[in-house]
């Protein structure tokens, strides 16, 4: 695929000759009855929502959300939003080969940079059982699926390879928390943060658009996390019990509450310590992301967030 | 073991030469600092509070909780309760033979016809799969060790058998509402019946008095059936992964909320009737036990229980 | 009124020359600011959009919800469900009888089988207190409006003869738990069944779209079951004051918990009994309802509904 | 029975030669198993513990709450508080007259002053209707109980006449409430005020120690006062359906709250002028009786009281 | 600016020829692209929908809520309400001074009257640091801008002078309650009511729309008095330790909870009346608005109020 | 005072002969009515029970908590529990110079190094405001008051010096946090995290044993604190308005939900991270202490912990 600026960099009467990815898609039809498309289209930089007034009827069937169409239009303003004006729309030939992935949102971090610190954490490892374990649950084509995953459908690390990087995130505090209290068992812990998101890969789908999978509507990511990682200690002789018992510990409470979908709470040193590991990482991107997404550009707070039941400050301070 | 009669039916001034289990023990001083020691022994039909004021150094290391002792002394009110005025104690000799299950509260139905009934129901399954995996899991050996656990340490049918007779009534309940409803799936919600509270012979111990096991309280009961019911899943060829999610999803979600410990809430038509009917089976079972085990004999009204922070009502209604 | 193919069996280019009730009426504007009035129209089976464009001035004010009104059209589809479109509506003529009845959703089961075995049930009770008190609130009048009623607005058993519908199912279940324990009064427990929800027909309007009345806006069916049968009890000479105290409690606390506007909690065995022979009865309906009513047709999931904070998964086992 | 000085009056030293009311009897054992009687007795000013040694053979079956004794002793202190060491005790002879009244905490307004503002409260009412219906419920009889009630076995307005102190203070604030607001139905707020907690006379005892009555739990206050109105109105000829509902309404939300037991919320302007007015009168009421009545003599602060989840503090400011 | 008639008061038909506020301002698109300008236009009496269809360019720029503009035109209804149809539409001159405030609802008590009963209660108080402590307070540039301060953006007391009415219906409620109780410090608790919310003058904006500061969002109105007092203080010599704790304790704790923002819970008697006199008056006022401000005219409910989680009853009762 | 050996470091039989801090001292009678003063005796190393049976009465008036004593005895068990057997006691002379501080427990971070990576985080701040804020309200005094407190009262850092060994822990936190984001001011964040708790030295006492002084019950330290910056900017010229006011949002934002009495709740980049970094430090803590002081030997769960509402599993894994 030949190269195309990011969206994001285009303004008001700029053309638009784009592969781009449909992230909605409703037909609709205006009150003197005559349907027309309403569709939102993006590349990986932002999505901008563009109406197909005429001659649909030929593609309209392939017009689903998560397929790539080629685009020609123009920037234009709505309501101080930008919006793209579709002149010609047309499906991209298989030849051009187009990769639903290259429209994804993804982490601004290095990959093999993240990829090498991962594997390092990994090799550091003292104890035996948990090195195997990791290794195991760490090959090649599952580190493949893992580190490609979002780590949320939209609240935070909701990009490709974000389960890595907030994987990495809490790896690091909790790395810093051994050093406070040598009392915690930094191979238990530091495992405990490595797989305790580890059945994202399974309950989201992340192909083209974020979604949950059924199987992760019915089973959840913690119990998938759990039922994979048991699997994976059967293949293991004498895998030690006791350890078992308390990694499954690590995985089933790091949502910290019964009322979060963690079906046991806290119960060790190193459980309270990767909750609030978690915690910290998680709610710092949320809040970072949905500064930097708010889209009302004219306050200096973001819209109403009802996940979090408050709107947030955007206003930063100089330092002087 | 000889013939003893129940504790329960003896009444004040009445002898009593039985083997008893320790439910309590504890060392305690007088404010004149005289150690003694204060019991609570009992058999399987109630328990009594006891002192033994002397001559105990030498057995003292053997009044350990769920250990059987040879009692003889006679019954005595202390505050309008029953107390057992111990005059003599001893261990048994090895030759007796006393197995601790005796002592154990157990379930008043038959076990053989439950077993009947529970096998009966298994093989009622028309969907080859899940009778595969049912028969699997209550092999001979997992039906005894099911079989046999309490369905609670304390609040509802907290007695040997109690998870089978539990078990069974949600069967019948399940059953009842499949009647109501052709969009039920029987089988599936009939073995989401049978499986829901297998973790529980795991997550408890009961050899002697009732409590958790450690593996109980880091993961819980609906993990360990999870994880059980999963490896077994594995060892069927062609278990349809269809089958298999909506299986575990009865279990997991089979608290009905979050606060009540299951990772997801019920999201099928099977998943909401197993919730309600395991409710109404554990609660009404619970406030019977409740009733029945309150010592406030001079009341209508038991004492204040905490866990449903109400006191009740004890009159009965006669029939006119 | 002649017979008339049900709307739901309907298919696009379906011509229609319907009796239709109207669900919704509301007058609007296009941005062109010419008015149309936008009404859902429905028999039993189903309703349905559709627009009225011109030519209503004179019918206006009787475009009211719960008229009736003779509409000729076809089956049209609009984003993807289909829509009605009216080419000509009027009022039917006096002479031709319609009854709003006739378009209110109701129970499948048969209404004289559903009456038989709710007066067997009375007829069964040996209590001669409560019999003479059903016999007293459920005479030919009462009887009359009780069976007609929905359980409900909107959740569970919301159509007509709904409110026996769902009485008789736990009166079902509460007999089947009576088989369980010997300690329930069985007389007390099946007359509570009866008469829990029995200021239903009070607190909801169903002569045309189902509704709260203002008195239960205000009073709630608790309560007005409760006058009822306080004031049905006061006729009864000698009825014992224990018997009408506990028969009272069974009202007031069967939807268990303060927070569901039971001003007292359950305190007796057949207390919480009823409570959850309630819930079970009443969530099942309503989960089969939502799973059966979804317009979510391309999804294995239906859309979040907001009562129950989640989606239900409406994919079906193949029994195999 | 003659004059008595008011226990609490007394000082270590002092002697007593009092009738004295049983506010608690336990009959409880040494370590040395000797038994002996916990009591705790009291006059309208205050309650001591007392233990009775010896000799209580011939009386101890007497020796039970709301009973009355009478009692030679000398008061000695114990662990910082005031004891009652008993010399001689025994019964009242029936010829002297003993009412347990006497030695029940009361309001410290004067009664007829009191009863005075009552009468003429209802006396300002202009609604006929209403005003019938308040002569009804408060004739002579009834009044009689009315104004002897407690509003409450222990929190607020907890003595004899407090029901009445109470329901005064409501009346004076919504008054004054009404005088902000034209909109507000003085003779609808002023009889909701009056009737709020009629119920309370059924669901307390107040004989002798205050305590729930039978029908008090298993029906509570708010239910009560609901069942005796409507039979009272149902008297009164062509009452109006309408003020029926709004008054009903009244007394069942005036809690505020499904969750304080009312089974409706407040939803008209007078009703949460009540549910306000109520707990401003009934909360300064009780923090003014927990500082009062608080032991902790050594601190600024009382002890921790679990109803309210904190201490207060009793420190008073000096007006400077 | 020359008299103009409240817009409250006209009817369908009458012309218009008013200064009037914008209150809301958006810049739509009709279906075939077409711009047009959504209004919503008021005087203090009430605001109403216009649109603006064509020759808005010049002045599309100046159309920003809370600007004022002088309109031509005509009432109409839409839907059962009225909405302005706009012939023309200008901005004012400068020369005619248009005050912002003219057009904020305001309280319908008269200023000089409450201004007076206010610094009566100021004169009356008798704690000398209390009352130099109010005099710096309520000096003239302050007083000025506290009285004109709504009490809140929308729920209640939401209008100029609002603040000042609330504070003076908590002041008369106070009074009242320390008739009851002499243990209340009069002139703690009123000076507590005068402050509580004084941060209000900061946390809201009220210039033209209400809406809240940027330091009202960030630190909220409790925290605003507190450091507004305590700054206040300091200027006091010998202003005792103990009696500013406790005023700034009762400022702290008048919202009565930690979820509603108090950080501290009531701790003193005053305390306690404090937050529930102005919960009486909040609330009571509320209710008020909420139902005469309902533009459901058919019905005898208010639409659903998401902030209280139910309709309200707007029947009146008449007096007979 | 001459070198004494920890408490904690003895064993049965061992000789006592200490200076030693009462942390608690009732006087209580035997059932023989025998008075008694029954203690809790400790160094910083730990507290034992013990019982004072004769001969108190000289100098039971100075036994009271927070006290010095001299104790000789010997170590004794009881109930598996080690307590002290007194043979004498007495108070200490004035010459000897007794420091309660002494007995205190305390952070086993070394000072002088914890001072000094303060004090350079003070340093490396580039805001030029900040900083000077800073110095100003961690001058030498401010900072020895500030450096001797605990972080709380029993809960996390419950020892001298905790709140400066908590408060460095958030720091490093901080700063790691500030690597993954650049969007994070970081002189604010780390001024924030210094500023958080300085409230803390005004809300407790900690000169004998650890409490809650009663402005810290009034205002508590989120308050404490904002009053106390308030006040040092107030000094420092041109202070920005809008530094300080995301600074007090920092400190009143930082227990990060209402119901953990924040005033506001987190709404800047930076309050999150505090709120999660604050959070993460305290519970690990918590859990370690809660862990480390448990006394329940035989068990490798700690008793229930009533604040976090479960039991702690003690057990530690092996690394292999």
Chains 1, 2, 3, 4, 5, 6 share one sequence.
């Not at 239009?73 to 298989?94: A, C, F, W």
């Not at 954490?121 to 493949?144: A, C, P, R, V, W």
């Not at 048991?230 to 910290?256: D, M, R, V, W």
Request: glycine share 4%; hydrophobic share 40%; aromatic share 8%.
């Amino acid at each position: 695929m030949k190269f195309q600026t990011d969206l994001a960099t285009l303004k008001k009467g700029d053309r638009v000759d784009h592969f781009l990815m449909i992230r909605r898609s409703e037909l609709k039809q205006t009150k003197a009855n005559k349907p027309f498309v309403s569709l939102e289209l993006g590349d990986k930089s932002v999505s901008l929502p563009a109406n197909l007034w005429d001659n649909f009827n030929s593609i309209l069937s392939e017009l689903t959300v998560g397929a790539v169409v080629q685009v020609e239009g123009v920037i234009e303003e709505y309501q101080n939003s930008p919006q793209l004006k579709i002149e010609n729309i047309k499906l991209p030939k298989p030849s051009e080969n187009i990769s639903a992935e290259f429209f994804l949102p993804r982490s601004k971090r290095n990959f093999e940079e993240m990829k090498h610190e991962f594997y390092e954490s990994i090799s550091e490892t003292e104890n035996g059982y948990l090195k195997k374990l990791l290794n195991s649950l760490f090959d090649d084509k599952s580190f493949e699926k893992f580190s490609k995953a979002p780590a949320g459908k939209q609240w935070h690390h909701a990009y490709i390879h974000g389960l890595l990087e907030h994987t990495l995130e809490i790896i690091k505090i909790c790395k810093l928390m051994a050093t406070f209290h040598e009392e915690i068992n930094k191979d238990l812990l530091v495992a405990g943060a490595m797989l305790h998101d580890y059945g994202k890969m399974e309950e989201l789908v992340f192909d083209s658009a974020f979604d949950y999978s059924d199987k992760g509507k019915l089973l959840g990511h913690i119990v998938l996390a759990s039922l994979k990682v048991n699997e994976a200690i059967i293949e293991i002789p004498e895998f030690p019990e006791e350890l078992k018992n308390q990694l499954l510990h690590l995985i089933l409470s790091h949502q910290g509450k019964l009322e979060n979908a963690s079906p046991v709470v806290p119960r060790t040193l190193e459980a309270i310590a990767l909750y609030h590991a978690d915690e910290l990482s998680a709610q710092t991107n949320a809040y970072k992301s949905a500064i930097a997404s708010d889209v009302n550009a004219q306050s200096d707070w973001t819209k109403y967030i009802s996940l979090i039941s408050t709107q947030l400050y955007k206003k930063e301070i100089l330092n002087q």
